[in-house]
């Protein structure tokens, strides 16, 4: 494993957000679902992709806090443009796990 410096984390910029609005993308070449994300005042409402169908509904998503990397540049995921990187952990059997805080917390919050 490559070792990293505090100034190359510190570019990773990972924010927590509430999940707005999710609706299944059968259209994406594997199964998603869509994602809006409000990380509050600065950064605002973000669009994210994620390949989470088989452990999550998106009604089930509403309200949920995620963590995200929103520095990455915007990725065109089929029709559907990708803002951030929502973070999870694969489950034993590889399907993905979404990571959150384990209480509330304000919107926009940095990762340290």
């Known amino acids: 494993m490559a070792e990293i410096t505090l ?3 510190l570019k990773v910029d990972v924010r927590v957000g509430t999940v707005l609005r999710a609706e299944p ?42 963590l995200a990397v929103v520095n990455f540049p915007p990725r065109q995921i089929g029709r559907f443009m990708s803002e951030v990187l929502v973070l999870g952990l694969p489950d034993d059997s590889g399907e993905i796990v979404l990571i959150g805080p384990d209480g509330e917390v304000p919107v926009g919050g940095r990762l340290h």
Do not use: H, M
């Open 7 to 9: 100034d190359d984390f």
């Open 25 to 66: 993308y059968p259209e994406a070449r594997k199964p998603a679902i869509k994602l809006w994300i409000d990380f509050g005042g600065e950064i605002g409402e973000r669009k994210s992709s994620a390949q989470i169908t088989a452990r999550y509904q998106p009604v089930a998503l509403i309200g949920k806090q995620v």
